[in-house]
Structure formats: structure tokens, C-alpha cells
């Protein structure tokens, strides 16, 4: 029996960590996956190794995050180092951030364990969803849907999926059968890759951080202190033949002193392009991750940015096929993260890569302020474009935080339900939320329909009274902690979306009636709230009681 349009899976083509994340995140919203990998087995390649902040925010809303930080070594500080006197020149310390997320921390983790985590989790919510040893050999789209055709290891098969998600890599397949080009260049320059076996704590003690970037004109290196193991990356000069194993331990040795008992584990050289592809969307069918564009992997903007791709698109696919949204939501996919990929983490890589060959003084993204560098380098500094007026950024600055504005990821704070401690985060995994800024002692109405797409939330340092018709719909706020980081004056509402940025801010009167949130959630998603059926009849005119 053929299979409705409408229940048909989306198809994932790729299951690198991108493609990984991106069907943990269609599970997370209840969307049909299905992620087809041409290969037997995953990767084993010595790749990316660190995972920033605003991945494990990501991580975490798509249930994925405890057995990576298992798996994984975590650290606060972020080293650069100055190699021809071996002296820090400075430090990013992400614990700066503690006003800002559950994970004030960034981790290394080698990409080939990495995925296996990710495999695990997967497997875990969606049990078949991963097919190994699918390759795409053709697709052909129709209105409703798309008609796959893989070779799989019982022969040729036809599949229908509801739309095609291509994270298969920078030499994307489904890239080049759209027939979308590529622009930008290919470095003359390889990366090095070598994973060491080597003391640095005890017996040879450098109290390097586990991340620290050697800057040097002549030449710069990038020392990783991995779970198991030390990982050592640098740029191989064009022509230049891989280096024998006792060439590379001797490099080493002249960035890192003379130590013993080195060893070289393993090895891996690949070449570095700057590229994006000349559009993102063909129909039914999406490019994410390197298959849309590729970063130099300086400061870890490779992976990390491609997982931005993941946070963006899957819940723009859900809020489609649930009927809540029409298919220009799914637009803002591209308008919001081209500009973040290709001007933000691209520039920043490339600037990266001249400030470590000393080059240039340094990086917009590297000023005087901790805390700016600090929310750059691990969270990311993303303020998408959410309203098309151009306005996006990659880059916090100051040594303090800043208020937050629209577009801007809204800060993972606690709060205080009728239940106990929550965090913001969380409660927009599923869906957008309002939050208002207010005062509960003054009988805020909060109007509007109940409704599994828009939560609204009155947050305030004054608890609701039980009898005041807002316990359910108060969040505590000891002190005006989450006020103050948002720097919003009073009687104002956050409208925060699923991937927790903001959607809009806007002034509300407390006693006026007008349903504010439900304009703003319009405006972000193109259709009106859609209300649950339980609760068609049945508006809260007026939550205080």
C-alpha cells in the first residue's frame, strides 16, 4: 500500500555529526526521519575535535548531550600562546559565561568517537531511522514529495520522503545533481592532523591549557589535549610531502620542549577550502552543513557552525508538516544562516588563520572584554536576522553582558515554576514561549488561546499567590536575575522560538487586553497561533482570575 504524502519520513542523506544532529532534532519534533550513509561503517578518520558551547545547547534540547559529555573531556580555557617565548599572550575563560548557559565549558572530543555517540542516541529515539551502506544514486522531485533511488546492500530501492535534507559532506552529491555551484577557493596550504601519545601533566608537566593556539609567523600550531590522547595540528606548506612519523614527533618536540616517552599514534592530512554553495534550498531539498558551505576549521567554526544549520532547519520542518506554517518558514532557513556561515564563521576562520601566522595585530572577534571573547568563541556571539532587515551579528564584545536584542540566543537562566527550578531553555524546546516581564502583584492579564505551538510564561520577582489566577504561568525570579541579563524595562514580552533565539521583543500594557504575543508569533511563523483542540472552545481571557 503506498504511503500518504503527509506521513512520509524526511530523508536525512549523510550521518556525519551534522547529519547526526540534524535527524536527532526531526525525532526531538516528531518528525518522521529516515538518514541513509552510503558508507558500511562510520568514519574513522582523525577530524574536528572541539565542541563549542552553543553545540551542547544544541545537543542538549535534542536529548543527545549526556553521553557526549560522557565520552568527552571538558575545559574552561582557551589558551593563546605566544611560541617563540611560550608564554600565554591570553586566555579565553569561558566560566565567564555563568550568566549565560547551563554549560559555561567547551569539550574535545575526536570526531570519530563522536559519532558513534550520536549513532547511539539516534538508535535509541528512532529505532531503523539509520541506514549504512545506502548510497544515493538519483532522485526526482515531485510536488508533494521526492522519489529517492539508493544502491543498498539488497540492490537497487526506491524511496519516498517528504523532503531531503543533504548533509553528505563538501563533495555533496546531491549538491552537484542540482546542478548548484560553489564559490570561493581551495587553500595552497594542507592541515597536518597528528594525535600523540605524550605526558604533559606529570611527567613532563607544560600546564598547557587543553586548548591553546601557538601563533608564530614562521610557524603556528594548535595543541588539544583529547580524552585519551594529545592532538597536534598545523599547516603543511604547499608541495610539501607528509612528514615521517620521526619528522612529525621532532616538530613536536620543537614546539612542546624535549619530553619523553612521545609517541605518534596516528595521522591524517586534508586539504582546506573556503567555499559556500550559491544557494541552500532546491524545492524539497536542502543543503546543511559543509555540503552548503566549508570553513576553514580554525577555532573549531567548522563542525560547530554546521550544527547551527541543524538548530535551525528541523523546526521549521516540523511547524510545516504539522500545518502550522506555510512553506515560506522554511525561507528563513537560508536568509538567517547564510549570513552567519558565510560573513560570520568564514571571515572569522580566515582572520583566525592570519592572526596565528602573525599577520595582523588581531580579530574583531578578539577584543578587550572577557566576556565578549568568551560568548564569541564558545556560544558563538550568533544574533540571526530574524526580521530580513539585514541585522545579524557573530560577535560579542565587552567585558560585561549585554542586553538582548532580537535575533540574539536568549540566555539559558533559572527560574522558579509552581513545581520548582527550570530553565529557559527547556521550556521552549518544544515551542515558542512568551515571556512577560512583569509584575504579578498587579493582576497582569494575559490573554490569548492555550495553544501546544505558544506557551506564555509571566516572570517576576514577586511569586504569584496562589489565589491569584498566574500560579501555573509564573516564573519566579529571585532578585530580577533573568530581568536584568535580558536588560528589558518593565511590562515588556520576549517572544523566544524553538531554537532559542529571540523571535521579538516588544512593549505590553498589563491591563489592556490586547494579546501582544499572538501578534509577534504571527509575524515570526507567517499564520495565526494554531490552538489545540481541546481548547478551541475555551479562551483565557483573563489568567489573573
Not at 559556500?276 to 543543503?287: C, I, P, T
Not at 580579530?363 to 568568551?374: I, L, S
Request: charged share 25%; net charge negative; glycine share 10%.
Amino acid at each position: 500500500m503506498t504511503v500518504p504524502p503527509e506521513d512520509l519520513p524526511v530523508a536525512v542523506i549523510g550521518a556525519g555529526p551534522v547529519g547526526l544532529t540534524t535527524a536527532l532534532g526531526l525525532a526531538h519534533y516528531g518528525v518522521p526521519v529516515a538518514v541513509f550513509e552510503e558508507d558500511a561503517d562510520l568514519s574513522l578518520d582523525t577530524k574536528a575535535g572541539t565542541v563549542l558551547t552553543r553545540t551542547l545547547e544544541v545537543l542538549h534540547r535534542y536529548g543527545a548531550l549526556p553521553g557526549v559529555l560522557q565520552a568527552s573531556l571538558r575545559l574552561e580555557e582557551i589558551g593563546d600562546i605566544d611560541r617563540a617565548t611560550n608564554t600565554s599572550a591570553r586566555s579565553v575563560r569561558t566560566g565567564t559565561l555563568v550568566d549565560d548557559t547551563r554549560f559555561p565549558f567547551v569539550i574535545n572530543i575526536p570526531q570519530h568517537e563522536l559519532e558513534p555517540v550520536l549513532r547511539a542516541a539516534l538508535d535509541e529515539r528512532c529505532p531503523g531511522a539509520l541506514r549504512m551502506n545506502h548510497r544515493l544514486t538519483g532522485f526526482t522531485q515531485k510536488d508533494d514529495h521526492v522519489e529517492l533511488r539508493l544502491d543498498t546492500p539488497d540492490g537497487p530501492r526506491a524511496v519516498r520522503a517528504r523532503y531531503v535534507l543533504a548533509c553528505d559532506g563538501g563533495r555533496s552529491q546531491v549538491r552537484d545533481r542540482l546542478g548548484i555551484a560553489v564559490s570561493g577557493r581551495t587553500l595552497d596550504e594542507r592541515y597536518m592532523l597528528v594525535d600523540l601519545k605524550v605526558d604533559l601533566d606529570v611527567a613532563n608537566p607544560r600546564d598547557y591549557p587543553y586548548l591553546a593556539y601557538f601563533g608564530d609567523p614562521e610557524e603556528w600550531m594548535i595543541l588539544v589535549r583529547q580524552p585519551h590522547c594529545w592532538r597536534f595540528l598545523y599547516p603543511l606548506a604547499p608541495d610539501r610531502p607528509e612528514p615521517t612519523r620521526r619528522e612529525l614527533a621532532d616538530k613536536c618536540r620543537r614546539f612542546i620542549g624535549d619530553v619523553s616517552g612521545l609517541e605518534v599514534i596516528g595521522t591524517n592530512v586534508y586539504t582546506v577550502h573556503q567555499r559556500v554553495a550559491d544557494r541552500w534550498r532546491d524545492g524539497r531539498m536542502f543543503l546543511m552543513g559543509d555540503a552548503a558551505h566549508l570553513i576553514t576549521p580554525m577555532w573549531a567554526l567548522g563542525l560547530n557552525t554546521g550544527v547551527l544549520d541543524a538548530s535551525n532547519l528541523p523546526w521549521r520542518l516540523a511547524w510545516v508538516l504539522r500545518g502550522w506554517a506555510g512553506e515560506e518558514l522554511l525561507d528563513g532557513y537560508e536568509s538567517e544562516q547564510a549570513p552567519v556561515a558565510v560573513q560570520g564563521a568564514g571571515q572569522m576562520a580566515e582572520a583566525a588563520r592570519v592572526y596565528m601566522a602573525r599577520r595582523s595585530n588581531g580579530v574583531e572577534a578578539m577584543g578587550d572584554g572577557d566576556w565578549g571573547n568568551a560568548f564569541t568563541r564558545s556560544l558563538l556571539g550568533v544574533r540571526l536576522d530574524v526580521d530580513g532587515t539585514g541585522d545579524w551579528s557573530m560577535v560579542k564584545s565587552g567585558p560585561a553582558p549585554t542586553a538582548v536584542r532580537a535575533g540574539d540566543r536568549a540566555p539559558d537562566l533559572p527560574l522558579f515554576g509552581h513545581e520548582g527550578m527550570l530553565f529557559l531553555h527547556d521550556l521552549a524546546a518544544d515551542g515558542f514561549v512568551a515571556l512577560y516581564f512583569t509584575d504579578t502583584r498587579r493582576g497582569p492579564r494575559v490573554v490569548g488561546p492555550e495553544s501546544p505551538a505558544l506557551r506564555r510564561f509571566v516572570v517576576s520577582r514577586w511569586d504569584a499567590p496562589h489565589d491569584s489566577g498566574l500560579r501555573r504561568r509564573a516564573l519566579f525570579d529571585p532578585g530580577g536575575r533573568v530581568e536584568q541579563r535580558f536588560g528589558v524595562p518593565p511590562d515588556t514580552v520576549v517572544l523566544v522560538r524553538p531554537d532559542a533565539h529571540v523571535a521579538a521583543i516588544a512593549p505590553f500594557a498589563p491591563h489592556s487586553g490586547r494579546d501582544v504575543a499572538a501578534e509577534l508569533y504571527a509575524r515570526a511563523v507567517g499564520r495565526p497561533i494554531p490552538v489545540a483542540p481541546e481548547h478551541s472552545r475555551r479562551e483565557e481571557a483573563h489568567v489573573s482570575g
